[in-house]
Nanobody
Framework: QVQLVESGGGLVQPGGSLRLSCAAS????????MGWYRQAPGKQRELVAR???????NYADSVKGRFTISRDVAKNTVHLQMNSLKPEDTAVYYC?????????WGQGTQVTVSS
């Protein structure tokens, strides 16, 4: 059983930055596709960014150029650096691990962008 624990959410003003972290149990980061998703009130959960086992990254169009996903294999941790945050980035952000077609989710961390 894979456990994922997110941290780093909070309240930030528009234009600000936050860095989310996702700590995984077990040494899965190098073999899994790790992703960050978000869900705003009344909306469906959507993919924000992901990094495949080979290191290839993908981003939603809405965050390209502002967000960066990275991983630290030695620490079994994935990060999401979020810059130039906008009010529309407000959501609960979830970490996801796809390991051999099995999907695992963290509990989520709230990000609120507001002045």
């Amino acid at each position: 059983q894979v456990q994922l624990v997110e941290s780093g959410g909070g309240l930030v003003q528009p234009g600000g930055s936050l860095r989310l972290s996702c700590a995984a149990s077990g040494s899965i980061i190098s073999i899994a596709t790790m992703g960050w998703y978000r869900q705003a009130p009344g909306k469906q959960r959507e993919l924000v960014a992901r990094i495949r086992s080979g290191g290839i990254t993908n981003y939603a169009d809405s965050v390209k150029g502002r967000f960066t996903i990275s991983r630290d294999v030695a620490k079994n941790t994935v990060h999401l650096q979020m810059n130039s945050l906008k009010p529309e980035d407000t959501a609960v952000y979830y970490c996801n691990a796809d390991v051999f077609a099995m999907g695992y989710w963290g509990q989520g961390t709230q990000v609120t962008v507001s002045s």
